[in-house]
Structures are given as structure tokens and as C-alpha cells.
């Protein structure tokens, strides 16, 4: 089988050195991957927001939504619901999804649907130039906040572990390799999942240096265990000095809300159904 | 009796809805035309609600005034509505919670001892409205052999006790008069909304999502209720942002979505209506309107949002705005507007209010005109698949996920034919003439229909000209009085020559409308068409006929 090709004629526009680069090679190298194994390209479908991470859709020939800022999971749960053989995967930012789109993360992760949410978490607005975002610490100097900022981050994977996520992971844009090995390993994921990846914005926020140096891979952690999920989610809470675990953080097997929800279709005559309902409106 | 009305009314949770609905089928049994004209408070408890059951020989869609029956739960609904007593009307009351003092002269009281029934038979206080309902039935020479059909439909639980309590309530009175049965063919009775949501579904509507909202909270009850029979998937989810999303996520995989809200909703779904401009993908929006601003009156009527979808959203694009006048057209124009957004792939919104959503009405399918799923312009498989193929009509071919060998793109921001983003000038300007083009496509074929309807006498010189639920009270007052009635029942594109057509010769127009501005007058005055005076009414309560009659006889003398 040949290989496919994932290029598409789109100009990159993403500043050199930016992390999202290593989130667009991970994730052709897994569709490839997906589809040597058998997975028709046709059934993935790429859903994103507005930001800097968006651009990804048109920098991969595959089917994509480019949908608007904070709304990448509803289409992607349309889209789901009504074709649930699809492979649905979306794309947000940090200020996308944990910002202005966060009932729907939260609502996404209660039902358990089956898609694949990836987080280009770097915690500053990168497109609008440099603003804090939900997950950037307490003090940080953005144009919106030039004294820093004054209200602490929130924790997106322990509000996510909360809100019943079955698969939450975090990776980093220097680990290319271990956000291959994530990124395969959520879409495969039967149910809501969820990966964070520390996506370093060398223009407005480099934090290349400092995530080297206090990134760990997991190891012997239980990810079936909540409370052992919970105890690593808390280790870090995106704002103090602490060591930062990535890796599979947790993981759970559950019904998904498109098999709790769907029937198969039925295909009636419509007209007849009609009749019988006017009749009994006798 | 050509035609009468009976008000039934009590507190929130009396169970007058339910009572009314039995009382309509009571009467459709005797082949008489319904109208219920509902009226609650935004409570669950307490309050006053009551219904007014209007019967007539002839087709309805509005209320009267004045009643024939009024039938009274408590002391409020006789002190509210007492005005509304004519000489002959007869009280129905239960006297140990009605007091009937200052009555019109000639009303006949007849008390019903329903609180004391109620006890000897150890029923729940909600069955007083069987009591009533009973008493009611044989006041009006109605046979039980008609009640006790009906009720063993209409009620589910308890409905032994139900039987019971309606004969005690029953054989508690004598009859007063006869409401003879007519010769005609009885027809379904159908809240607009259900109606609207058969046109839906006839047109092969797939998946209906909406966040709950009166007056179209209706619509998503029907749908969930239908969703075995008819294959449909129907979502709740966490607000009308999410609501719109998803439906464009179901267009997306060529899955035809609809959504249901009311103003409010409407605002969150503002970004979501632009996108799919943009995107062009297809979706009609249910827009049930109610007194604003904000929040406004609930549970009540207005048509003050003409201005607002025709203007929603960010950008210029084409859209499709119906308003339906009854529960015909309600089916009628929503599988239109299914059918056109999927061949245009844009918004289509139909624009209801709380009268024509929750008015009850008698459907005459025969009479709605034919609704159909259309076919769609398919992508013919030929060359590498563009969804934004520039075309002449400016309708690109449709393919959906999943489609072997094929990407499928679609963007929010400006894109090229494949559906790549561009901030190019000239493929900017290509691509936004392109989805206007559709606009020239789609008012040369809506040009093809009856989209503004007369009625009343076509001849006279003065005419009423009015919108959506207004139809069916206009068309009364102007079959009284002798007038014309205009009523465009597509709103956007503005049907301008039909329109045109349809007010030549006519010297004095009124526009009747429930806003405080008149926004159809205002909006069909650039194209020429002028009213000469308007009757507006913004309390949040429809017009009644004689109310209408009224006003309009001080306007054409």
C-alpha cells in the first residue's frame, strides 16, 4: 500500500520554532499509521477553532471543520452522533477550549462521546498577540494584563477528571515521540480523551527551557485508578513549581453517549406514520 | 349554535391544558372547527392560567372576546373573565370556591358541588377538572357516550376513578342547551408547533437539537416523542451555542438538522448563524418569538424579532425567513424551508411566535399544500471533489463524510474552492459573490410560489396587510368589515413584486401587527408599499376578532 500524502499546497504560517509543528508531525504520523493498519482516511474527520493551532486543518489533506473560537467540540459531537463509525479529532487552543468553549469540554466529557479532544496548551494567547489565558500562571505580564495577571490558573485535566473524562494524557512539544505514542493511544480510546499538550509559544511565551526541566514520563502509575490519576493531576497545578507528569494520567473503560443514545436508524414511510398520527389527533 | 367559547380556568396545575384539550376533542367529535387560545403565567404553580375552547362551523385560528361558557375552578378566573359573560352565557362553579356576585343580569349560574364529589370519592384535587369537564358536557347536551370515548383516550392514569368523578359531575346538573353535531368530516387537532414539526419531518429531517425555550420548547417535546416512530435523533445539550454547532456538525456528515429557540436563544446562536453562512452548510432555526427585551414576557406573544433574524449575524449573506400564519402553513413552509437551505446550503429561519406555537388548531393536511424531501445538488463524483466549487448559481455540488477518495473542507474563515483558508483579494471578492449569487437563484425560484397570499374581499379598496399568526384574525375581522388581506408568508428575500402585485389599487392599507413599531410596514416601505396607518398591539396578547374589529372599523370609515 502506498503511503498517503497528507500535504496539502497551504503556506505555514506558524512562527519557526513553534510548537505546534511537533503536534502536526505526530499527528500525520499517526493518521499514516491509522491508515496503514486499515483505517479508511475518509472516516477521520479534523475539527478545530480559531488561534494558532486552527491553521493545523489546512496544513493536513485529510476531511476537516474549521469551526470558530471555543467551539470545536459541539460540531465534532454533531458529526460524531450522526456517523458514529467516523474518527473524529479536534484541535483547540488553551484559550479555545479551557476559555471561551469550556461548558462544552466539560459537557463533552459528562457524555462520554467519542471523540478525541488534543489541547495546543501554551498558555497565552498567541494569534490575538499575547494575552493570559485560563491556564497561564498567577502574575503573568500580558498586554491585557501588564501588572500580571491576578487570579491563578485553573487545573484542565483535574476539571476534566471531574466532569468524567475516560481519557486524559499531557505531553509536551519537545516529546514528539511521546505524543506519537499519546496521541494513537486517545484516538484509539473508546469514549471522551483528552490530551494536554504543553505547546510552547516561543513568541509570546517560551517555556522551553523551564518544561525541560521539570517534565517527567510517568511510570508504574496506575492510570485505571481515579484516586492515584487524581493524586498526579494535582501534583502540578499549572501554577506552582512542582514536577509535571506526562503521560497516560488516566484512563477507563465506559459507555459512550453515542451507544447509550442512538438507535440504528429506521427508514419508515414517513407519510404513513404522518397519517397514523393525524388519526389518533382525531 | 354557529360558533361558541368556553373559558376554562383555574391555577397553574389545576390541569387546565389537559381539560381544554379534552373539551376540544369533545367537540371536534361533534365535527366543529377548534381554536385554543392559551394563556399561563411563567410559574409552575399557582397563578392564574386559562384557556379559551373556541368551536364554529367554519375553519378558526383566532379567539373571541366574549364567552359562552365559563367554567370556574376558583374565584380568580371568575373575576378576570366575568367581563367577558354575555346575556345568554352560562357559570359553570364550584361554590365552595366560587363566589358568583355582580354578575351580568342574565347569567345563568349552575353550581357544580365539585370539592364535595371530590371528597366522597377520595380523588386527587386535579380531577375537579374531570368534574367540570363533566358538567360542562351535560350543560351543553353533549352525550356521555361522547365524553367517555374521549376520555379513555385523552387520559392515561387512574382512568376508573377519572370515568367516576366526570359522571358524578355529569348527572349533577341538567342540560341547559344543544350543541347539535354537524355534518362534516372532523379534522386532527395540532398545536402549531407539532404541525411545524410534521413539515420537518416530512422533508427528511434527521436530527432536531434544541436547548429548552418557550414557545418552541413544543417542538423539542414532539420531536423526542416522535424520535422512534420517525428515526430521528434529538439532543438536549448544554445551550443554544452548543445547539447550533452541533446541527452544523450534523450538516457536515449530510445529516438534515433543525434547532428550535426563542429571542434569547437566538442571541447565543448569532455566531453559529454567521458561520454557516460562511461554512455553507445547511440549517433551519425555529425562531419562536415572545415580548422582549431580555427576558421579557415568557409565556406570551409578540412579533417584534422581523427585524432581528433578517439582520442576525456578522457579515452579508443569503438567508430564507418564513412565517407561517396557521398550523397548515406552519407545515407547509417548514419543509420548504428544509428543502431550501439544503439546495442553497444556508440559514433558513422560520420565524413563529407563542400564538402560532402553542395555539391549538384543527389541521386539514389536504388543504396544507404538498411537503416533500427534494433532491439535493449532489457532487457527481467527477474531478477531485471542491465544496466550494464557484458555479454560475453559486450553489457548489454537496458530498459529505464519509466519501472515498475525497477531502471535504469547510472553513469559517474566507477559503478558496477547496476550502483552504485565503485572505487573497481576489479570491475574497470571488468567493463572497459567489454565496450571493445564491440569493438572485433562490428569489428567481421562490418567484415560481404563492408567496404573498390574499384573502377577504380581493376587490376593496382598503386592506389589511399582516404577518404570521395575525392570519387568521385578520381574515375574520376583514371578512366582517370587507376588506382585503395581504400576507407575505416569505419575509426574506422580500417578496417585492408579489408584494407589489398584491396592494395594487388598494387606497387605504392597514398594517396590523403585535410589535410597537410595525417592523413589516417599516420594512416593505423602501419598495414602495405604504401603509396609510397602522394597528399595532405589544401587551403580549393576541387579538381577539372583536378586538380587531373594533380597531380596524374607526380606520375605513
Known amino acids: 500500500m502506498s503511503e498517503i500524502n497528507l500535504n496539502t499546497y497551504a503556506q505555514n504560517t506558524w512562527c519557526p520554532g513553534c510548537g505546534n509543528f511537533a503536534i502536526l508531525n505526530a499527528i500525520k504520523t499517526v493518521l499514516k499509521s491509522l491508515a496503514e493498519e486499515g483505517l479508511p482516511m475518509e472516516n477521520v474527520v479534523l475539527v478545530s477553532g480559531i488561534g494558532c493551532h486552527a491553521k493545523i486543518v489546512d496544513y493536513i489533506n485529510a476531511n476537516s471543520f474549521y469551526s470558530i473560537h471555543g467551539r470545536v467540540v459541539p460540531p465534532a459531537e454533531g458529526i460524531k452522533l450522526s456517523n458514529p463509525n467516523l474518527k473524529v479529532i479536534g484541535f483547540a487552543g488553551d484559550g479555545d477550549a479551557y476559555g471561551e468553549g469550556i461548558e462544552h469540554l466539560i459537557f463533552a466529557a459528562k457524555r462520554n462521546i467519542d471523540i478525541t479532544m488534543i489541547i495546543h496548551n501554551n498558555r497565552v494567547y498567541g494569534l490575538t498577540t499575547g494575552q493570559y489565558t485560563p491556564t497561564s500562571p498567577l502574575g503573568f505580564k500580558g498586554r491585557s494584563t501588564p501588572q500580571g495577571v491576578r487570579e491563578a490558573p485553573i487545573n484542565p485535566l483535574e476539571v476534566m477528571l471531574s466532569s468524567g473524562a475516560t481519557f486524559l494524557a499531557r505531553g509536551t512539544s519537545h516529546g514528539i515521540e511521546g505524543l506519537k505514542k499519546i496521541f494513537k493511544e486517545a484516538i484509539a480510546h473508546k469514549g471522551f480523551s483528552l490530551v494536554d499538550v504543553l505547546q510552547v509559544c516561543v513568541t509570546y511565551f517560551n517555556m522551553y527551557e523551564y518544561y525541560d526541566k521539570k517534565v517527567y514520563e510517568l511510570q508504574g502509575h496506575n492510570s485505571a485508578d481515579y484516586n492515584a490519576a487524581l493524586a498526579k493531576i494535582r501534583e502540578w497545578d499549572y501554577n506552582n513549581d512542582a514536577p509535571i507528569a506526562l503521560g497516560v494520567l488516566y484512563k477507563k473503560e465506559a459507555p459512550t453517549f453515542e451507544e447509550r443514545f442512538l438507535k440504528p436508524k429506521v427508514s419508515t414511510d414517513r407519510q404513513a406514520k404522518i397519517n397514523q398520527f393525524l388519526k389518533e389527533a382525531m | ?557
Open chain 2, 1 to 557: 349554535m354557529k360558533e361558541f367559547s368556553i373559558l376554562i380556568g383555574g391555577k397553574a396545575g389545576f390541569g387546565i391544558d389537559k381539560a381544554s384539550s379534552i373539551i376540544a376533542r369533545i367537540l371536534n367529535q361533534l365535527n366543529y372547527r377548534i381554536y385554543i387560545y392559551r394563556d399561563y403565567p411563567s410559574l409552575i404553580r399557582g397563578g392564574h392560567t386559562f384557556s379559551i375552547i373556541r368551536a364554529s362551523t367554519d375553519k378558526i385560528a383566532t379567539h373571541r372576546e366574549k364567552i359562552d361558557f365559563l367554567l370556574a375552578l376558583n374565584q380568580d378566573t371568575l373575576n378576570f373573565h366575568k367581563n367577558r359573560l354575555k346575556d345568554s352565557s352560562l357559570l359553570l362553579y364550584d361554590p365552595e370556591a366560587v363566589k358568583p356576585d355582580n354578575l351580568p343580569a342574565n347569567t345563568k349560574t349552575i353550581p357544580v358541588s365539585i370539592s364535595k364529589i371530590i371528597k366522597e370519592e377520595s380523588a386527587s384535587e386535579i380531577m375537579r377538572n374531570t368534574c367540570i369537564v363533566g358538567s360542562f358536557c351535560k350543560s351543553a347536551g353533549v352525550t356521555w357516550e361522547i365524553l367517555e370515548t374521549v376520555l379513555k383516550k385523552a387520559i392515561g392514569k387512574d382512568i376508573d376513578l377519572n370515568l367516576k368523578i366526570a359522571r358524578r359531575g355529569f348527572d349533577a346538573i341538567n342540560e341547559q342547551l344543544k350543541i347539535e353535531p354537524l355534518n362534516q368530516q372532523n379534522l386532527p387537532i395540532l398545536a402549531g408547533n407539532e404541525a411545524l414539526g410534521l413539515g420537518l419531518i416530512k422533508a427528511g429531517l434527521g436530527s432536531y437539537i434544541a436547548y429548552p425555550m418557550t414557545p418552541s420548547s413544543g417542538i423539542l417535546h414532539f420531536m423526542a416523542d416522535m424520535a422512534e416512530d420517525f428515526g430521528l435523533t434529538v439532543i438536549h445539550p448544554e445551550s443554544e451555542i452548543s445547539v447550533i454547532l452541533m446541527a452544523l456538525g450534523f450538516a457536515y456528515a449530510g445529516e438534515k438538522a433543525a434547532v428550535g429557540t426563542s429571542g434569547g436563544g437566538f442571541c447565543l446562536m448569532n455566531e453559529g448563524l454567521s458561520f454557516a453562512a460562511m461554512a455553507e452548510l445547511p440549517v433551519v432555526i425555529v425562531m419562536g418569538q415572545r415580548p422582549g427585551p431580555s427576558t421579557g414576557l415568557p409565556t406570551y406573544t409578540s412579533q417584534t424579532e422581523l427585524n432581528f433574524v433578517i439582520n442576525a449575524g456578522q457579515g452579508e449573506f443569503p438567508r430564507l425567513v418564513v412565517a407561517p400564519g396557521d398550523a397548515e402553513e406552519a407545515y407547509y413552509w417548514s419543509a420548504m424551508a428544509l428543502n431550501i437551505a439544503w439546495k442553497y446550503q444556508i440559514p433558513a429561519i422560520i420565524l413563529t411566535d407563542k400564538t402560532l406555537a402553542e395555539g391549538i388548531y384543527n389541521f386539514d393536511l389536504s388543504s396544507a399544500g404538498e411537503a416533500k424531501e427534494e433532491p439535493l445538488p449532489l457532487w457527481n463524483g467527477n474531478a477531485g471533489y471542491k465544496r466550494y466549487l464557484v458555479s454560475e448559481t453559486g450553489v457548489s455540488p454537496l458530498a459529505f463524510v464519509p466519501k472515498k477518495d475525497s477531502v471535504i473542507k469547510i472553513n469559517s474563515y474566507e477559503h478558496d474552492e477547496s476550502g483552504i483558508t485565503t485572505e487573497d483579494a481576489a479570491i475574497t471578492k470571488t468567493m463572497q459573490e459567489k454565496r450571493l449569487r445564491k440569493k438572485e437563484y433562490l428569489m428567481q425560484e421562490l418567484d415560481k410560489y404563492s408567496l404573498v397570499k390574499v384573502y377577504g374581499k380581493k376587490e376593496a379598496d382598503s386592506a389589511i396587510i399582516c404577518w404570521g399568526s395575525n392570519k387568521g384574525v385578520c381574515i375574520e375581522a376583514a371578512e366582517i368589515l370587507g376588506l382585503k388581506v395581504v400576507m407575505p408568508a416569505v419575509l426574506w428575500p422580500l417578496p417585492v413584486k408579489q408584494l407589489q402585485d398584491a396592494v395594487r389599487g388598494v387606497k387605504n392599507l392597514i398594517c396590523v401587527e403585535n410589535n410597537a413599531t410595525g417592523q413589516l410596514a417599516e420594512l416593505i416601505k423602501p419598495y414602495g408599499v405604504n401603509v396609510n396607518s397602522r394597528v399595532l398591539k405589544c401587551d403580549g396578547r393576541p387579538f381577539s376578532v372583536d378586538e380587531l374589529e373594533k380597531k380596524l372599523r374607526n380606520l375605513i370609515k
